[in-house]
């Protein structure tokens, strides 16, 4: 039979050990469901009407949007409507835009302006991912009933707020069709 001091100090010391292998584990594997500090890119799905974000490769925010009202055919022209396709970064952020909050995409790229240029048309710009119409934050997820926009990714007001606070300027994202 152990004594009891003895005893004591024994699960005393598997409690410790208990701790240490609790407090390692949560330092080597991320907690379920803990999102992770910003995202390194950005994922727009047009045909499914999503937004995600992405941390190392793997999807931690999923948003539904409305996009531009001219279709889902990749933009143009200016004046289309429509959502450009391809490879971009938020280039820039605007806090006082006329919709609530907004991240600039760096669309036209230097393969867009040249297309356009080949079709004698400009090819747009301020391209952004955005809230609603500054006033209109009441209308919530049902902006989403249709798409809208004048070429942009719109989401909700809460929606923007999260997003703003993930995604640094210089993140780069892709718009696929």
């Given amino acids: 039979m152990i004594p009891r001091d003895e005893h ?3 699960t005393a010391s598997v409690k410790t050990l208990a701790v240490l292998f609790y407090c390692a584990t949560l330092a080597c594997f991320p907690i379920f469901g ?3 500090h910003k ?3 950005i994922l727009i799905l047009k045909k499914d009407h999503l937004l995600e974000l992405l941390s190392n490769g793997k999807v931690f925010r999923t948003y539904h949007v409305a996009l531009g009202s001219g279709g889902l055919a990749p933009k143009q ?3 289309d409507g429509r959502t450009p396709e391809g490879h971009y970064i938020i280039d820039s952020r605007n806090e006082h835009s006329h919709y609530y909050k907004a991240l600039h995409i760096s669309y036209p790229d230097a393969h867009d302006r040249q ?3 080949a079709a004698g048309v400009s ?3 301020a391209i952004m991912i955005h809230g609603l119409p500054n006033g209109m934050g009441r209308i919530g997820s ?3 009933l249709y798409d809208w926009t ?3 990714i719109a989401v909700t007001d809460a929606e923007i707020d999260e997003i703003w606070k993930l995604v640094p300027t210089l993140t780069p994202l892709e718009i696929r069709p």
């Fill in 142 to 144: 049902a902006h989403r």
């Fill in 8 to 10: 004591r100090r024994s």
């Fill in 77 to 79: 022209k200016e004046g």
């Fill in 39 to 41: 995202a390194d890119s």
């Fill in 150 to 152: 004048a070429g942009c």
């Fill in 115 to 117: 297309r356009a240029a």
């Fill in 34 to 36: 803990q999102t992770p």
């Fill in 123 to 125: 090819p747009g710009g």
